[in-house]
């Protein structure tokens, strides 16, 4: 059993800044890939970032220079950094991890349940 809470959403104004967290705990062996993804009302959950599990980021062209994501192996904790948000960044953002249970050999990708972020005036 594996569960993912994320974190540190909120609402700010054009031009401000959150920092999201998701933290992984249970039956942890290993992490490989985590990521962020995003879904606004009435559009398809898309990819916004993701990290390998030796720290290498990869970002979708919309928020390159602007988000930064980050991983803390000793916490089992993914982060994202969201600057200089722009009101189309307004969305739910979710977690997700490809999590390989202790003493098993094989794990699915979980998904956390999601932080809410919004931009607006």
């Known amino acids: 059993q594996v569960q993912l809470v994320e974190s540190g959403g909120g609402s700010v104004q054009p031009g401000g800044s959150l920092r999201l967290s998701c933290a992984a705990s249970?039956?942890?062996?290993?992490?490989?890939?985590m990521g962020w993804y995003r879904q606004a009302p009435g559009k398809q959950r898309e990819l916004v970032a993701s990290i390998t599990s030796g720290g290498n980021p990869h970002y979708t062209d919309s928020v390159k220079g602007r988000f930064t994501i980050s991983r803390d192996n000793a916490k089992n904790t993914v982060y994202l950094q969201v600057n200089s948000l722009k009101p189309e960044d307004t969305a739910v953002y979710y977690c997700?991890?490809?999590?390989?249970?202790?003493?098993?050999?094989?794990?699915?990708?979980?998904w956390g349940q999601g932080t809410q972020v919004t931009v607006s005036s």
């Open positions: 997700n991890a490809h999590i390989i249970g202790r003493g098993v050999a094989w794990g699915p990708y979980y």
């Open positions: 249970g039956n942890i062996g290993t992490i490989n890939a």
